[in-house]
């Protein structure tokens, strides 16, 4: 099997804009164009432009698709309308999380037939495949993998609504958050969604490979005139992180289930039928009630040095949780970090925790997520 990294549609153009590329999930993939800072900033003011083709997108279409994803995974997707989307997981039998979903309704394109989209982390992909692959036996519903016939391209930012309203006569305005609908973006043939991963407005274009340099070239001159720049993966990460959104392998992995990562919503427990790792998720529900072990919370440092996954937190000199992400926060001017501590220290406002740094414990302030929220 190629151990050498997978290529997007975008590849040359990252390169001949000076991008410094780095290996993700099996992918080259920009890291930054210049000054990570600037192009976080971009997003949070004006507007940022982003490849996301490493994603990984299964389609999932037939007369019991709606049934198959309510058997598979932990949302009520039959209940999801046409042209919406939803934020869910998909767990293993003992409630563990394979990974977060986004998965789209499309248009159905025959009658008694339901269209699905599903979008996984570019890392857990071929799981996801696999596993809806195998819980599919038994339902009049077809699996593929479309990995190959997207790319997908993310306008991020105040200006974004502006920036594609003069390419697209997409009905805009009436596109809700976590909503999708068809439309032609510069000429090209997109499913135009309104979701991200930034914390700001913002939209993802799926389009066909072939279509991908051309978009991107048509909303950079687009952009040209109120401030949007590319950006790589590393200001996706601070965004992220500043907005409190959970990264599979850090704030969720297999070792825990939704209710232990605070997103216990995401399971909808009065679905009809049964789905995977149901009972599993029943008793972790009824932990998260009684007995919490440990809770997600945002820190913010008191002092410069970064906190990183894996760092122990500390509190009356001993362990009380882990550090899932730092980095520097671009907004508040300080570090930040997401962490799993034990509830007796999870209340905002807690003093007396730190980070425990090569040795230092450095001090910091336990408070709720996100850390930033948009004026809407």
Excluded at 344 to 367: F, L
Aim: aromatic share 6%.
């Amino acid at each position: 099997m190629s151990t050498s990294p997978r290529h997007t549609a975008l590849d040359a153009l990252h390169r001949s804009l000076g991008a410094t590329m780095t290996d993700f999930a099996g992918w080259d993939m920009p890291l930054r164009y210049a000054s990570e800072r600037d192009e976080h900033q971009a997003v949070r003011t004006r507007a940022g432009l982003f490849d996301l083709s490493h994603m990984g997108e299964i389609t999932v279409t037939g007369p019991q698709a709606a049934d198959l994803l309510d058997h598979a995974l932990v949302g009520n997707i039959g209940g999801v309308g046409v042209g919406r989307a939803r934020y869910t997981m998909i767990c293993r039998e003992d409630g563990g999380i394979l990974d977060d979903l986004i998965v789209y309704r499309l248009q159905e394109r025959e009658a008694g037939s339901s269209h699905y989209m599903v979008v996984a982390n570019a890392s857990n992909a071929q799981v996801v495949l696999d596993a809806l692959t195998e819980r599919a036996a038994g339902f009049d519903a077809e699996v593929r993998d479309d990995r190959d016939a997207y790319a997908l391209i993310a306008v991020q930012g105040p200006e974004s609504p502006g920036i594609l309203k003069s390419l697209t006569d997409a009905d805009l305005d009436g596109l809700k958050y976590y909503a999708g609908l068809p439309g032609t973006v510069a000429g090209v043939p997109a499913l135009i969604a309104r979701t991200g991963y930034t914390g700001e407005d913002g939209f993802e274009l799926f389009v066909e490979p072939r279509h991908a340099e051309p978009l991107w070239r048509a909303l950079t001159e687009a952009g040209q005139g109120v401030g949007l720049i590319p950006c790589g993966l590393s200001c996706r990460d601070t965004l992220r992180l500043e907005a409190g959104m959970p990264l599979y392998g850090h704030e969720l992995t297999t070792a825990l289930t939704p209710f232990d990562a605070g997103l216990g919503r995401v399971v909808k427990f009065e679905k009809a039928g049964d789905f995977v790792g149901r009972a599993a998720l029943e008793a972790a529900a009824e932990r998260a009630e009684t007995a919490p072990p440990r809770k997600l919370v945002g820190l913010v440092a008191e002092g410069r040095r970064v906190p990183r996954a894996g760092m122990a937190v500390v509190a009356d000199g001993r362990v009380i949780g882990e550090v899932t992400s730092g980095a520097p926060s671009p907004t508040l001017g300080k570090p930040i970090a997401m962490a799993y501590v034990d509830a007796a220290h999870a209340a905002p406002g807690t003093s007396g925790v730190g980070v425990d740094i090569r040795g230092t414990h450095e001090p910091y302030e336990v408070v709720a997520l996100p850390f930033y929220k948009r004026q809407k």
